[in-house]
């Protein structure tokens, strides 16, 4: 094994495109946008995670990483694009079905191909091997197909990548063996073998527990807003039992696998997933919950500010896949009694459908801050800088990660009981 093609080159494509070809690999990333494979192929990346420009620069000028529209002749492809969902909530796995086929001229007998794009159960034996038949070639003999779900999170990757346990599922266990086997050369953790659909499931069913999880703890905002009781307090007593560990609320879920990834499962068992839909359904309705709130911190005033701070699915990334706050935002803005803005350190205006605001701009004359994403800028705000420029000192912290600050009205998503509308 000596050289790697990597289709995609997002959030996870190109962090492991860096990781193989630190490791001494010869690697090429294909992605179909030629600014992405220009950017690369000077040194240059298209996303925020630490640690990645430098090792990116480091390979690219060592002549170990370049980017290409078209894939190569390799040992290992492996195929990480996204797998998005329609509106009705089925699997988009079109990105999937045309990297295998664009592959398909390249691929000889002996490669390895491997999908770390999360797909639904049954994607790799019903979808990705029957186009490697098509090709000419027995996917059971002549290439090891594989499924190898990411797993890492946004921040932390290079280093999750390594260090983490990896799951691979082959359609065949010698094909499991083969794949593994690229894994092993770089990863630190263990490197687990199974068959195609078990790593299918698994990968689902990570995200679906966390989904349904955030779930319960947005559930019990709702309760505790009802019953006066203030969410976070009974959470934090709560995992203070040995066998409890309730995730925290927040404004939704996004990005790009706690959003998605159960509406995988629900596709393929409808009847006997009650339980992964209705929590869904509960995440999904935290915007509207959000802006409700809004509505009533600001109903006493007359052509409110507000200034929203985040719009990242979570903190300290530049991430917008699925954001619960760009939905908010996006709703916000279009409000006919409120003015809103919009401010994020780590989004691009050209990832948005609207103006993006500096923080000055966004506090002057500000009633009130609302906080959609836990960017470390957010948690220690400077109080006499908030009270000297707003008109009203008052953040609804919807992640509950902005320190208290004096003469600073701060509420909480968990504990809205004592909620009053702002007065001038």
Same mark, same amino acid.
């Given at each position: 094994?000596?050289?790697?093609?990597?289709?995609g080159?997002?959030?996870?494509?190109?962090?492991?495109?860096?990781i193989?070809?630190?490791?001494?690999?010869?690697?090429?990333g294909?992605?179909?946008?030629?600014? $992405?494979v220009?950017?690369?192929?000077? #040194?240059? *990346?298209?996303? %925020?995670?630490?640690g990645?420009?430098?090792? +990116?620069? &480091?390979?690219?000028?060592?002549?170990?990483l370049?980017?290409?529209?078209?894939?190569?002749?390799?040992?290992v492809?492996?195929?990480?694009?996204?797998?998005?969902?329609?509106?009705?909530?089925?699997?988009?796995?079109?990105?999937?079905?045309?990297?295998?086929?664009?592959?398909?001229?390249?691929?000889?007998?002996?490669n390895?191909?491997?999908?770390?794009s999360?797909?639904?159960?049954?994607?790799?034996?019903?979808?990705?091997?029957?186009?490697?038949?098509?090709?000419?070639?027995?996917?059971?003999?002549?290439?090891?197909?594989?499924?190898?779900?990411?797993?890492?999170?946004?921040?932390?990757?290079?280093?999750?990548? $390594?260090e983490?346990?990896?799951?691979? #599922?082959? *359609?065949?266990? %010698?094909?499991?063996?083969?794949a593994?086997? +690229?894994y &092993?050369?770089v990863?630190?953790?263990?490197?687990?073998?199974t068959?195609?659909?078990?790593?299918?499931?698994?990968?689902?069913?990570?995200?679906?527990?966390?989904?349904?999880?955030?779930a319960?703890?947005?559930?019990l905002?709702?309760i505790?807003?009802?019953?006066?009781?203030?969410?976070?307090?009974?959470?934090?007593?709560?995992?203070r039992?040995?066998?409890?560990?309730?995730?925290?609320?927040?404004?939704?879920?996004?990005?790009?696998?706690?959003?998605?990834?159960?509406?995988?499962?629900?596709?393929?068992?409808?009847?006997?997933?009650?339980?992964?839909?209705?929590?869904?359904?509960?995440?999904?309705?935290?915007?509207?919950?959000?802006?409700?709130?809004?509505?009533?911190?600001?109903? %006493?005033?007359?052509?409110?500010?507000?200034?929203?701070?985040?719009?990242?699915?979570?903190?300290n990334?530049?991430?917008?896949?699925?954001?619960?706050?760009?939905?908010?935002?996006?709703?916000?803005?279009?409000?006919?009694?409120?003015?809103?803005?919009?401010?994020?350190?780590?989004v691009?205006?050209?990832?948005?459908?609207f103006?993006?605001?500096?923080?000055?701009?966004?506090?002057?004359?500000?009633?009130?801050?609302?906080v959609?994403?836990?960017?470390?800028?957010?948690?220690?705000?400077?109080?006499a800088v908030?009270k000297?420029?707003?008109?009203?000192?008052?953040?609804?912290?919807?992640?509950?990660?902005?320190?208290?600050i004096?003469?600073?009205?701060?509420?909480?998503?968990?504990?809205?009981?004592?909620?009053k509308?702002i007065?001038?």
């Open positions: 094994m000596k050289k790697i093609c990597v289709v080159l997002g959030y996870i494509g190109l962090p492991t495109s860096a193989f070809a630190q490791a001494g690999f010869e690697v090429v294909v992605d179909v946008n030629q600014k $992405i220009d950017s690369l192929n000077n #040194g240059k *990346i298209h996303i %925020e995670e630490p990645l420009p430098e090792v +990116v620069e &480091r390979v690219v000028k060592a002549g170990k370049r980017a290409s529209q078209t894939p190569e002749p390799a040992d492809y492996i195929v990480a694009v996204p797998t998005p969902i329609h509106p009705d909530q089925t699997a988009n796995v079109d990105y999937v079905r045309d990297a295998v086929q664009t592959i398909t001229p390249f691929i000889q007998k002996g390895v191909l491997i999908v770390e999360t797909i639904p159960p049954r994607t790799m034996d019903d979808l990705v091997a029957p186009i490697i038949k098509e090709s000419g070639l027995d996917p059971y003999k002549d290439v090891a197909i594989a499924h190898c779900p990411e797993r890492v999170l946004p921040g932390q990757i290079l280093r999750e990548l $390594i983490n346990t990896r799951i691979v #599922g082959g *359609i065949t266990p %010698e094909a499991a063996k083969q593994a086997d +690229v &092993r050369a990863v630190k953790g263990d490197v687990m073998e068959e195609a659909v078990t790593a299918e499931m698994s990968k689902l069913m990570e995200n679906t527990y966390r989904d349904v999880n955030i319960l703890a947005n559930e905002v709702k505790s807003a009802k019953l006066g009781v203030d969410a976070h307090s009974v959470i934090a007593l709560a995992n039992h040995p066998r409890v560990n309730i995730h925290l609320p927040g404004p939704g879920v996004g990005g790009h696998c706690l959003a998605v990834d159960p509406y995988f499962i629900v596709e393929k068992a409808q009847e006997e997933s009650p339980l992964i839909q209705t929590a869904r359904n509960i995440n999904n309705s935290m915007p509207h919950y959000v802006e409700t709130q809004v509505e009533r911190l600001t109903s %006493e005033l007359k052509n409110p500010k507000i200034a929203l701070f985040g719009l990242t699915y979570k903190g990334i530049d991430d917008v896949r699925e954001s619960p706050a760009l939905d908010i935002a996006e709703s916000l803005l279009k409000h006919p009694k409120l003015n809103v803005v919009a401010h994020d350190p780590h691009r205006e050209e990832q948005v459908s103006p993006l605001h500096s923080f000055e701009d966004a506090i002057k004359d500000a009633h009130l801050i609302v959609l994403a836990d960017h470390n800028e957010f948690k220690n705000l400077d109080g908030l000297q420029h707003m008109k009203t000192p008052v953040i609804f912290d919807t992640k509950n990660c902005v320190n208290e004096e003469g600073v009205t701060i509420y909480r998503l968990g504990n809205l009981s004592h909620l509308a007065q001038e």
